[in-house]
């Protein structure tokens, strides 16, 4: 909902969903969680200075941008909540909102139930929290070569930044400043402002941030990757290079093929998997040495990181000789310092640290048995040199053995393949990986499946909440977000059971990620929304309710015209006069027209030629192309109308034109066509349909021909079921974009429902739309007259009468067809059955068949309105009215008339950019909200052992953390913030590697997890015996080997939030590590200097020195919490 269409709920469906987000710090977040006294920096942490970045010559960060975008852009937005409600006081106090007053309607039977049900909209959905649109739903025209592929929230310590991967470059959203703000002018509409990179040559197929380096990643279809720096919002508009595009730092060429994944070890390298099992690795301190270049020296720099790659496939033969798919997906396992990269049904298991093969397995769990394929190998090795020495003069024998040798191959590939253990099972494709704060991982598979495993690669359970394929995963906090190709989101704990679950998209929703207190949910159509960390939660019904209470605040009312016409041209031309009569006269006032033919073309060898090219996906006929040329020379097409689709089915034929000045509002085309002639395969019979999005809403236009002759009344009631069951459709054939770069084959198999308009199971496509028009030749025909009757009737205009015996009216009245549908009370002759060019009335059959005169030519509707008096809103987005339905009785041309409607429509549609705001105050405003939010992103009290550790030779420490808290699980989890060495005993620049990884030299284990209440965590912290640094250059290692003698000093960050957190607390503990042996001893500041004092730092214990876990743990007994 939302006021989009998107809406589609889950009946029966167990939905607990409640909340949104809120990135909002309240104003007492300076008091400890429990309300206890607030603390202050150790001595380690008030020492710590942030070392400025190493890249940050390449760019001068300075920027002179004048904030008056800003202020008109504030002012803009509240005038235009302004006339929002000044639009709706008008439409409560006005009794029509059109000078043309709307002709009667007839209304058939059976409309508010089951399939024929409007669908339910409203200001928000009632059943899913309240989503954030940070990019609503763009039409698909406008995104040929520019859909958003890939999403990664990048956080840097000062604010959130939220970063797309697209077709033709990257794109960041700003989180901290803009995310309840409004636009720019020229940007798309109610989309939060953003910055787009210069255009890139190949789409981004993966993207990885760096918040310690203020770096971004990205992955190319080409085989480059790029590095990009973090943006600074702080002037408003980002800086970078000059006007909007920002440039990347540097690019290289990774792989031939594409890189399909990539990713950073906890040890800062940066990985990436392509084609074929390829992986190579980029050490931190060859990508850190690239960075540190001058402006004048950036051209050395792709060609230095290029050459310094280590390259796994080389390295490990076993891994290169087993592992042949592509390497498509790639995790990170901080917790136990692994890397898990994956093909769709392989894995394999990495040292992060050693970067040695741990374990390749597949996804039944399954060890590949590595001593049978060296077995094999060396058979054939032995064979293939016996052969060649034993036969080295015979060539041609030769030849034979050298085939022979390549059928052994074959075959011993067929054999591993079968050892792997069915890796053909397609239905349980690998499309997602995420480990969890517990240190479990979890893979989502195409056919709906959730698989759990421990970090060594044991297989644990399988789950499924969704008949659906998995198509992303995310952890945030105590929680897994799950999103699938139906476009549901689902909510589990870490046990796998299912908290929630809500329809976020109409599409697919192909990535997720979490940054400033939201999870991003990002649908295969382009479309972003933002959904609470808390949800689902208790604050979502207080946000539905509130921002449900400002509706008239953020709707905005559109009113267009819509011309239908159709005809039967029984296999005639017609004449330019004609179309000038039937449209060209009506078209100066409307908005969009909307054209049915039927028998555009007949004949048996024309059905079957087209039945024949249906099923290879062809349609169309020169006869067609004709009527569409005329059509478009009619509305002189270019400079005032516009075509944006059509549809042929052997003899039927829909097109469908728009203004030039509403085209930007119009996209979404789809097309449909469903035979009902000759055992419902041959279109002689039938109906083809076109759906497209209008100013957010969705139309559909349906044109038929059903079954002939009097007596098939039942035929024609089963014509028009049929085509409104299974009408299905898909983007028209001639739609280049068929296949966006990067899209998961798991949502390219579900291109049948492009719009994504996600229906239950059993409900028909045309019943989610917001508006619907049927028209054509229904062939419903005047009962119990005969045919002079009727001829009397027409010449006297006694319309009344005839309609008494219409067909259609009786089986509408009765429920049987077209049921809820409206049709303006018709006052014109009948249009069916005329001699070719005789004019007027005496036109009709005297034939010897003298068929009795009918209204077969009929338009029909229905919109949003569940009764007549429902006005334009939210709840009811599309209201229309009849203003004119004729026929044109001086078109001579075939042996029908053309009929025309022009339908007045309102349609309500949300201002995002309003709406945005308003949820925004509600946060900042609402004091009841603000005290259960912070409730539920509380951080449980904790304590840390010790502010330093000092390292020497292969010593090992542990450091413990207590969680204080009765009845609240802690989340912890260790990066390093900074490295320096060491002189005259003081440590000086601490500079993070990659993504906050730590030294080669140190071991942190488990550096993440979770702490039960009241229970104390113990972390491993040990020194390698010494430091070693090994270059590769194009893959290949040196032969010399550099020890690093100087002592070391790391800023190990602890971090520690609860199962919701937004802001986590963190307590930092420096780590020396002595090579030399000189224990110097740490520099503090002076005690006299003040200390700032900071709600977000854990507390310390005062450090004694413990011999063990059990003196630790009667030393917190005995503590009380400061």
């Known amino acids: 909902m939302d006021g989009q269409n998107d809406d589609a709920l889950l009946p029966g469906s167990n939905y607990h969903c409640y909340s949104e987000k809120f990135a909002f710090r309240s104003d007492s977040d300076e008091e400890s969680a429990d309300g206890g006294a607030n603390f202050s920096f150790d001595d380690a942490s008030s020492n710590h200075q942030k070392a400025p970045r190493i890249f940050d010559r390449f760019y001068n960060s300075s920027s002179s941008e004048e904030d008056d975008e800003e202020d008109a852009a504030s002012s803009s937005n509240h005038q235009r909540r302004l006339d929002y409600m000044l639009q709706f006081l008008d439409r409560k106090l006005s009794t029509s909102s059109s000078n043309s007053q709307p002709l009667p309607e007839f209304t058939g039977s059976g409309g508010g139930i089951g399939v024929f049900k409007p669908p339910i909209r409203g200001p928000v959905h009632p059943n899913r929290p309240v989503g954030l649109e940070i990019r609503p739903h763009p039409l698909r ?73 203020r770096l971004v990643w990205s992955g ?41 994944s990539m990713v950073v070890s906890s040890y800062g390298d940066l990985w990436c998997g392509s084609e ?19 402006t004048g020296e950036r051209h050395m720099a792709s060609l230095s ?11 490990n033969s076993i891994y290169s000789n087993i592992f042949t798919s592509d390497v498509k997906y790639m995790l990170s396992d901080h917790s136990v310092a692994k890397m898990w990269t994956a093909g769709y049904q392989s894995f394999a298991l990495w040292d992060a640290r050693t970067r040695e093969l741990l374990k390749v397995f597949n996804i039944d769990g399954q060890i590949e048995n590595l001593s049978l394929d060296a077995l094999a190998e060396d058979e054939m090795r032995m064979k293939y040199v016996s052969s060649n020495s034993k036969e080295k003069t015979q060539n041609s024998f030769n030849f034979f053995q050298r085939s022979r040798n390549v059928i052994l191959g074959a075959a011993d590939a067929v054999r591993r393949a079968a050892v792997k253990g069915a890796f053909g099972d397609d239905s349980r494709r690998v499309e997602a990986l995420v480990a969890t704060s517990d240190g479990m991982i979890w893979i989502g598979c195409s056919n709906g499946s959730l698989l759990q495993w421990d970090g060594n690669g044991t297989r644990l359970q399988d789950i499924q909440h969704h008949s659906f394929a998995v198509q992303s995963l995310c952890t945030v906090g105590a929680r897994i977000w799950v999103g699938y190709t139906s476009g549901t989101v689902q909510v589990l704990d870490l046990n796998g059971d299912l908290l929630g679950q809500w329809v976020a998209h109409n599409s697919p929703v192909i990535d997720l990620a979490v940054g400033a207190g939201y999870v991003f949910t990002l649908a295969n159509h382009g479309g972003i929304r933002g959904w609470s960390i808390t949800s689902p939660g208790p604050l979502d019904n207080m946000f539905r309710a509130e921002l449900a209470g400002k509706e008239f605040l953020y709707t905005r009312l ?17 004449a330019p006069d004609s179309f000038i009569s039937w449209l060209g006269s009506a078209a100066a006032d409307v908005d969009i027209i909307v054209v049915g033919l039927q028998e555009v073309e007949m004949g048996a060898g024309f059905l079957a030629v087209s039945a024949a090219k249906e099923t290879m996906g062809l349609e169309g006929s020169s006869a067609g192309q004709w009527w569409l040329d005329m059509i478009a020379k009619t509305l002189d097409e270019g400079s005032t109308f516009s075509s944006v689709g059509s549809r042929q089915l052997a003899g039927l034929l829909i097109s469908v034109w728009v ?69 299905i459709f898909s983007r028209p054939s001639n739609n280049l974009n068929v296949v966006a770069a990067g899209v998961s084959s798991a949502v390219q198999m579900l291109r049948t429902n492009t719009m994504g308009i996600n229906t239950v199971e059993g409900t028909p496509e045309i019943s989610e739309a917001d508006m619907v028009v049927f028209l054509g030749d229904f062939n419903y025909r005047l009962d119990g007259i005969s045919y002079d009757e009727a001829r009397d009737f027409v010449s006297q205009r006694c319309f009344d009468w005839l309609r008494e015996k219409d067909q259609l009216r009786a ?147 542990i450091l413990r953390i207590s969680n204080k808290s009765k009845k609240d699980r802690a989340l912890y989890e260790i990066v390093c913030e900074g490295l320096s060495t060491i002189e005259d005993g003081q440590a000086t620049d601490h500079r993070p590697r990659g993504s906050f990884g730590f030294p080669m030299w140190l071991e942190v284990s488990p550096a993440a997890g979770i702490i039960e209440a009241d229970q104390i965590a113990e972390i491993s912290i040990r020194a390698d015996e010494y430091q070693t640094l090994e270059e590769f250059v194009d893959g290949v290692p040196q032969n010399f080997w550099c020890e690093d003698s100087r002592d070391k000093e790391v800023v190990l960050l602890v971090k520690v939030q609860g199962r919701c957190t937004v802001d986590p607390k963190f307590h930092r503990i420096r780590v020396r590590y002595s090579i030399t042996g000189k224990l110097t001893p740490m520099i503090r500041k002076d005690d006299s200097t003040p200390t700032p004092v900071q709600s977000n730092m854990l507390h310390r214990s005062d450090f004694h020195q413990l011999s063990g876990s059990c003196d630790f743990v009667d030393h917190l007994i005995n503590l009380d919490s400061p």
């Open 305 to 315: 990181v290029e050459r310094s790659y280590i390259d796994l496939r080389t390295q």
């Open 659 to 727: 203004r030039n000045n509403i085209q930007a509002h119009v996209g979404d085309v789809d097309v449909a066509a469903v035979p009902c002639g000759f055992g419902r395969a041959i279109g002689n019979k039938g109906a083809v349909g076109l759906r497209m999005r209008v100013y957010g809403r969705v139309m559909c236009f349906v044109n038929c021909h059903f079954a002939a002759h009097l007596e098939a009344v039942n035929r024609r009631n089963a014509d028009f079921d049929h085509v409104y069951r299974t009408m």
């Open 811 to 957: 089986e509408m009245e009765a429920g049987h067809v077209f049921q809820g549908m409206r049709e303006a009370v018709i006052k014109f002759p009948p249009t069916y059955k005329f001699e070719r060019n005789q004019p007027g009335l005496a036109g009709y059959d005297s034939g010897e068949k003298k068929r009795v005169p009918a209204w077969c030519d009929r338009i029909l509707y229905r919109d949003s309105r569940s009764t007549s008096a429902s006005t334009c809103s939210l709840d009811c987005p599309v209201a229309a009215s009849v203003l004119q339905y004729e026929a044109c009785m001086d078109v001579t041309d075939s042996d029908h008339k053309p009929v025309r409607c022009i339908l007045n429509v309102e349609v309500a549609r949300v201002d995002e950019t309003v709406r945005r705001q308003e949820f925004g105050e509600i946060i900042k405003s609402n004091d009841k909200i603000k005290r259960l939010l912070k409730e539920l992103t509380k951080v449980p009290e904790a304590f840390v052992s010790t502010n330093n550790i000092i390292l020497q030779n292969q010593d090992t420490s």
């Open 141 to 213: 025209e406008t995104q040929v070569g520019r859909f958003l592929r890939n999403v990664v929230c990048v956080s840097d310590g000062d604010g959130s930044q939220l970063w797309a991967g697209s077709e033709c470059g990257l794109r960041v959203w700003d989180l901290k400043n803009d995310i309840y703000g409004g636009i720019v002018e020229g940007e798309e509409d109610g989309t939060v402002r953003f910055r787009e990179s210069a255009q890139v040559a190949a789409a981004a197929l993966c993207v990885v941030g760096d918040g310690g380096n």
């Open 558 to 574: 559109e009113n267009l015209k819509i011309l239908a016409g159709t005809w039967n041209v029984g296999q005639e031309r017609a």
């Open 276 to 294: 074929g099992g390829a992986i190579k690795i980029w050490p931190w301190e060859a990508i850190e040495k690239s960075l540190a270049l001058t």
């Open 220 to 260: 190319h279809k080409d085989g480059r990757i790029m590095c990009w720096k973090m943006l600074d919002f702080s002037n408003g508009r980002g800086n970078g290079d000059s006007g909007n595009e920002f440039q990347e730092l540097l690019s290289w060429q990774a792989h031939r093929g594409p890189v399909l």
